[in-house]
């Protein structure tokens, strides 16, 4: 079952989805970093096995889809 801060950052990937699609590229972006870099951590603390991988690579990949979102010339 999923807590209520997992449905949170779900939300946030979700919200983060339709404003990039409807045209603020940028905000979109930080949402679905922050949203999907949340849901990532929250989900390995949940889990029993652990191997780090699992939390070093989605947050990698959050963390620069959050910078190239901070870094856009024009995103709108």
Not at 28 to 39: R, T, V
Not at 43 to 59: D, Q, S, T
Request: net charge positive; hydrophobic share 55%; glycine share 10%.
């Amino acid at each position: 079952m999923k807590t209520t801060t997992e449905q949170v950052s779900v939300i946030a990937i979700v919200c983060g989805i339709a404003l990039a699609l409807f045209g603020t590229v940028r905000s979109g972006a930080i949402l679905l970093a922050l949203g999907g870099g949340s849901f990532s951590y929250l989900k390995y603390k949940r889990i029993g096995m652990k191997r780090r991988i699992e939390l070093f690579l989605p947050l990698a990949i959050a963390c620069a889809l959050l910078v190239v979102a901070v870094t856009l010339p024009h995103g709108r």
